[in-house]
């Protein structure tokens, strides 16, 4: 069985793999700031498998809105108005403290309609290449802190610690390359969705950057945290001298999915494995590329078929479906109690329809991928090769994971009908239908 002591991510081995500094990618790097670095990009091209994407993100980004399915058809009346339990009157105080302190500039940057397109604009790589809203590492100290809030109060305790962990990964990586304008502990944008903070109508917010985006639509006192990103390259702060030292992410998900894979039969390991190797000859075209490597529902890839793969979790034994469970609860670790009971209950509902697929080995150093998919949740796993590390191969320090709700769920989009409808007929304030010229 695997442990938490498994050797394939230990702390200091990313360090063989620093990069040399001295080439013009870091030169350059680490003389621009956020913006001049991703204009040079996107007007330069480099590097072009990453530019390429880019382009076919923005291609993506031109359909409509589906949602990702495993076949190509949303099935309709998955997901409900419930009831979470979120301190929704807070974290409206908290937001509306925030807007009070924004210029005009700032306020009409942030503030976009709750149907906007824009939600589905945010991406992982350092690169800003949606600058919506505002930027934490611009802002003052305080506004910062009042951003910041927003969070701490959507968000679990052991949640918000997980952002955090994300986000101070990523200001020591910026630390390690020299590059501190770029990739630092602040360099996120927040955005706000609808027409103003309310604990009775329908809002949101968005919080992305490097490592870590949040997805995040409220309504009354139920949340919707779909999609969201959460990588780290390296996975930890080995550095005594960092005030962060000891900071470590990811790996409570990674022991979890190595120790259900390894307590698998022979037969039901063949079955879970669809890919024996991490890049394998037998993939298709388009299986593996550079930025996404094998995970598929990443950033645009909102209207993506995924189709399901793998097992059963519903074959598999008590203790099995218990590490599907413990797996799960740490990728709704983001979520506070209640809503993340909701959750568990209604993804453990259809465990007769829930698939757990692998790609690699399994043995206790080996790098891998996994994924678990139903018709109201797909999580992914996957270890990385070397972006800012030279790791040509996968390797235990560099992880990305993600969560979506597929058929329509993503961005509480599956809910706007019934809010419609919840709303009709005793919203307070709407604007009427009907008009008389009366001059």
């Given at each position: ?6 050797t ?46 880019y382009?076919h ?23 409900t ?5 979120m301190?929704?009157q ?26 906007s ?36 109060k ?6 918000y ?5 994300a ?7 910026g630390?390690l ?17 609808g ?15 490097h ?14 945290l779909?999609p969201?990103?959460?990588?780290a ?23 979890l ?36 490597q ?22 598999f ?39 757990f ?26 270890h990385?090769?070397?972006v ?7 390797a ?7 969560l979506r ?6 961005y ?11 709303e ?16």
């Amino acid at each position: 069985m695997a442990s938490s002591t498994t050797t394939g991510g230990g702390e200091g081995e990313y360090r063989q793999y620093l990069p040399d500094l001295t080439i013009p990618r870091f030169t350059t790097m680490q003389k621009q700031d956020a913006h001049e670095y991703a204009k040079e990009f996107i007007e330069g091209g480099n590097p072009p498998w990453l530019h390429g994407l880019y382009l076919h993100w923005r291609k993506l980004f031109q359909e409509p809105f589906k949602g990702v399915t495993n076949d190509g058809h949303v099935r309709p009346n998955l997901f409900t108005l419930q009831d979470d339990e979120m301190p929704i009157q807070d974290i409206v105080y908290a937001t509306e403290h925030l807007i009070a302190q924004l210029s005009p500039e700032q306020l009409s940057k942030v503030s976009y309609h709750i149907d906007s397109p824009e939600w589905r604009t945010w991406s992982n790589p350092e690169f800003l290449l949606s600058d919506k809203g505002i930027r934490l590492d611009e802002l003052t100290a305080p506004v910062r802190s009042s951003v910041l809030a927003i969070l701490q109060k959507t968000l679990s305790p052991e949640g918000y610690a997980k952002a955090l962990g994300a986000m101070r990964i990523n200001g020591f990586l910026g630390d390690l390359v020299q590059a501190p304008a770029v990739c630092n502990e602040y360099s996120y944008n927040f955005v706000l969705f609808g027409p103003k903070p309310s604990p009775t109508s329908p809002w949101g917010f968005s919080f992305y950057g490097h490592h870590l985006c949040l997805n995040i639509f409220l309504y009354k006192s139920q949340i919707i945290l779909s999609p969201w990103f959460t990588g780290a390259e390296p996975n930890m702060i080995d550095s005594p001298s960092s005030p962060y030292h000891g900071t470590r992410i990811l790996n409570q998900e990674e022991i979890l999915g190595l120790q259900l894979m390894q307590s698998l039969s022979p037969e039901a390991q063949s079955s879970a494995q669809t890919y024996k190797t991490m890049k394998d000859p037998a993939m298709p075209k388009g299986r593996w590329n550079h930025d996404d490597q094998r995970h598929l529902c990443g950033a645009y890839r909102d209207n993506r078929v995924v189709p399901y793969e793998g097992i059963l979790v519903s074959s598999f034994n008590t203790q099995q479906q218990d590490l599907v469970l413990q797996i799960l609860n740490q990728y709704l670790l983001y979520l506070p109690p209640k809503a993340r009971q909701n959750r568990l209950e209604q993804i453990k509902s259809f465990f007769d329809e829930t698939y757990f697929s692998w790609i690699g080995g399994f043995g206790d150093n080996d790098p891998f991928y996994y994924r678990l998919q139903s018709p109201v949740v797909i999580v992914e796993f996957d270890h990385h090769s070397g972006v800012f590390l030279t790791n040509k191969e996968p390797a235990k320090f560099h992880i990305h994971t993600l969560l979506r709700m597929p058929n329509g769920g993503d961005y509480g989009m599956a809910l706007r009908p019934l809010i419609f409808e919840d709303e009709k007929g005793r919203k307070e304030g709407a604007v009427a239908q009907e008009f008389v010229w009366e001059g």
